[in-house]
């Protein structure tokens, strides 16, 4: 999947500023950079929630999305999945699947930011999409919930082969999940390369400083 330039600014300040890149078909590209490097500003922009400077990124197929933070209906956990049109058992099996059963009935306002994150993992992977855009979905998650999304998040791109753009904090997330590593630093391209290399040997220094930061 090839991609335009794509620049964004706010007022002078330009927050994104990326040359055309093509994304791999069928590969799990992580983005990774420090606090406000552009990431959800790129994730955003790719989701089609936010134009870009010279107008939006053409669309070549489904996109599904899980922004950064989501909120669920005020409404019962099972019925928020079946919002999708899904039946009652494939709901369950959903439920089941990323550990939320227990909390079926449960009104989902009132769950924890971990299991509302889960709940909206659930929730988009009850469909297929081409391109599947993820901005930190295991931020709010502990290690056991975290292994389990990245579990079915392998499972369901191996059965639809979908595009994924996995922005994440996580430089292990990203090296267990990732074939393709994005660094940004100051909404620019720092680095993009094949995930085991470039986290082993990053050819930029602001990677290394990054890499030697969390000590991998
Ligand atoms: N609506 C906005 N108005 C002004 N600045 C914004 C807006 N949205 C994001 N930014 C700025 O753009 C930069 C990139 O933000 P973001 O993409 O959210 O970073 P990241 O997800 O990498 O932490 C940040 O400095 C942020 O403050
Ligand atoms: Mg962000």
């Given at each position: 999947?090839?991609l335009?330039?794509?620049t964004k600014?706010y007022?002078s300040?330009?927050?994104l500023?990326?040359?055309?890149?093509?994304?791999e078909d069928?590969?799990?590209?992580a983005?990774?950079?420090?606090?406000?490097?552009?990431?959800?500003?790129?994730?955003?922009i790719?989701?089609?929630?936010?134009?870009?400077d010279?107008?939006?990124?053409p669309?070549?197929?489904?996109?599904g999305?899980?922004?950064?933070?989501s909120?669920?209906?005020?409404?019962?956990?099972?019925r928020?999945?079946?919002?999708?049109?899904a039946g009652r058992d494939?709901?369950m099996a959903?439920?089941?699947?990323?550990?939320l059963?227990g909390?079926?009935r449960?009104?989902?306002?009132?769950?924890?930011?971990g299991e509302?994150?889960r709940?909206?993992?659930?929730?988009l992977?009850m469909?297929?999409?081409?391109?599947?855009?993820?901005?930190?979905p295991?931020?709010?998650?502990?290690?056991?919930?975290?292994l389990?999304?990245?579990e079915?998040?392998?499972?369901?791109?191996?059965?639809?082969?979908c595009?994924?753009?996995?922005?994440t904090?996580?430089?292990?997330?990203?090296r267990?999940?990732?074939?393709?590593v994005?660094?940004?630093r100051?909404?620019?391209l720092?680095e993009?390369?094949?995930?085991g290399?470039?986290l082993?040997?990053?050819r930029c220094a602001?990677?290394?400083?990054?890499?030697d930061f969390y000590?991998l």
């Amino acid at each position: 999947m090839k991609l335009p330039p794509i620049t964004k600014t706010y007022g002078s300040r330009g927050v994104l500023d990326l040359p055309a890149l093509e994304l791999e078909d069928g590969v799990i590209h992580a983005v990774i950079g420090a606090n406000g490097s552009g990431k959800s500003t790129l994730a955003r922009i790719l989701a089609g929630v936010l134009v870009p400077d010279g107008g939006a990124v053409p669309r070549t197929g489904r996109v599904g999305y899980m922004p950064q933070r989501s909120y669920p209906f005020r409404m019962s956990v099972l019925r928020n999945l079946r919002l999708t049109g899904a039946g009652r058992d494939r709901a369950m099996a959903q439920l089941e699947a990323f550990g939320l059963a227990g909390l079926a009935r449960q009104n989902a306002k009132g769950l924890s930011g971990g299991e509302a994150a889960r709940l909206a993992l659930a929730r988009l992977l009850m469909e297929e999409y081409s391109l599947l855009i993820l901005d930190e979905p295991t931020a709010a998650m502990d290690v056991a919930a975290t292994l389990l999304a990245e579990e079915l998040l392998l499972q369901y791109q191996a059965r639809t082969g979908c595009t994924v753009i996995l922005v994440t904090h996580s430089l292990t997330q990203a090296r267990r999940l990732a074939g393709q590593v994005l660094f940004l630093r100051d909404g620019h391209l720092a680095e993009r390369g094949e995930a085991g290399e470039l986290l082993r040997h990053p050819r930029c220094a602001e990677t290394r400083a990054f890499l030697d930061f969390y000590a991998l």
